[in-house]
């Protein structure tokens, strides 16, 4: 139900999961409502958190980096479907409830913003590690910290908007809608190097004696 979600409950399982530094792809999460799709799109997050670094890696084979940005697209892909799963499940809550004739349309979902929550949750814990490393000197400590006192006023800005969202669509004041992302690289029939892959392809094999 969307009475039962609000950033302070978001924000905490985010950085349990987080500060835990548990591989959420055997253990989905469950609860009522958008949280199994919260935990989808927390899951789904961290691994490409993962991935995108050793993505950045020099020291191993090109086979590699290119398995793991197809990683990164799959991942990317549950990412997004698990935002609109959240939205889904949001609106459904709210199916008792119509908007004013004053209602304004937030063009920024309550799933998107679960979904920067998620990251901004990875950034803050990347972050302050980093704050902590005995390895580093102390300018690039003092940086560290800077930028994550920024990222904590950036969540605190977000948490802020999500809550104000969150209850003024139970008021019927606010509303937001289901926007579809519709990747189009990941679709074989809308990716024209892939569908133009399949067709040289395929008349490779209809030439052939």
Known sequence: MAHALDSSAIT????????LAQDQSDHPGSGPGAWFAIAAN????????REEDKARRQDVPAADIAAGKR????????????VEAIDEAILASLAGVDPGPDARLSSETAGAMIDRLSILALKVHHMRAQTERSDAGISHIEACAARLQRLVAQRADLCGCLDRLLREAREGRAYFKVYRQ?????????????????RTADAAGQGAP
């Open 12 to 19: 905490q399982y985010h950085d349990a999961v987080v500060r």
């Open 71 to 82: 990683r990164i697209d799959a991942y990317n892909q549950q990412r997004n479907d698990a």
């Open 182 to 198: 519709f990747k189009m690289y990941n679709d074989p029939a809308l990716n024209p190097y892939l569908y133009g892959q399949a």
């Open 42 to 49: 927390h899951r789904f997050n961290c691994l490409l958190w």
